[in-house]
Nanobody, 115 residues
Framework: QVQLVESGGGLVQPGGSLRLSCVVS????????MGWYRQAPGKERELVAS???????NYADSVKGRFTISLDNAKNTVYLQMNSLKPEDTAVYYC?????????WGQGTQVTVSS
C-alpha cells in the first residue's frame, strides 16, 4: 500500500520560513509527479506547486519567488520550502503523488502564519 506522510507544518510569524516534507512509502516503482496543494478555511483546494520526476516545476502566481518545490527521487520525498510567509498562506497543505496511473493524497499538515 502506498502512503504519503507530510510533516513540517506549524506556527510561524509573517516573514518567517517553513519547510514541508512528504515521504512516499509502499509499493513504488517510480513517481511520475508530485505536488503541494493547500486549502484555507472557506476556500477551495488550490495547487501551490508541482514537480515531475524529470525536475520540471510549476508554481501558483501567489507563491512564485517565495516557495520552492523539490523532489528527491532516491528518497521518494518531496519538499516545499516556504519563505517570506504571509498570513494568507495559512492553510492545510496536502501532498499529492502520481504513481503510474494512480493518484495518492496525504492527510495534510497545518501551516499558520500569524503574529
Amino acid at each position: 500500500q502506498v502512503q504519503l506522510v507530510e510533516s513540517g507544518g506549524g506556527l510561524v510569524q509573517p516573514g518567517g520560513s517553513l519547510r514541508l516534507s512528504c515521504v512516499v512509502s509502499g509499493s513504488i516503482f517510480s513517481i511520475n509527479s508530485m505536488g503541494w496543494y493547500r486549502q484555507a478555511p472557506g476556500k477551495e483546494r488550490e495547487l501551490v506547486a508541482s514537480v515531475t520526476s524529470g525536475g520540471s516545476t510549476n508554481y501558483a502566481d501567489s507563491v512564485k519567488g517565495r516557495f520552492t518545490i523539490s523532489l528527491d527521487n532516491a528518497k521518494n520525498t518531496v519538499y516545499l520550502q516556504m519563505n517570506s510567509l504571509k498570513p494568507e498562506d495559512t492553510a492545510v497543505y496536502y501532498c499529492k503523488a502520481r504513481i503510474t496511473i494512480k493518484v495518492y493524497w496525504g492527510q495534510g499538515t497545518q501551516v499558520t502564519v500569524s503574529s
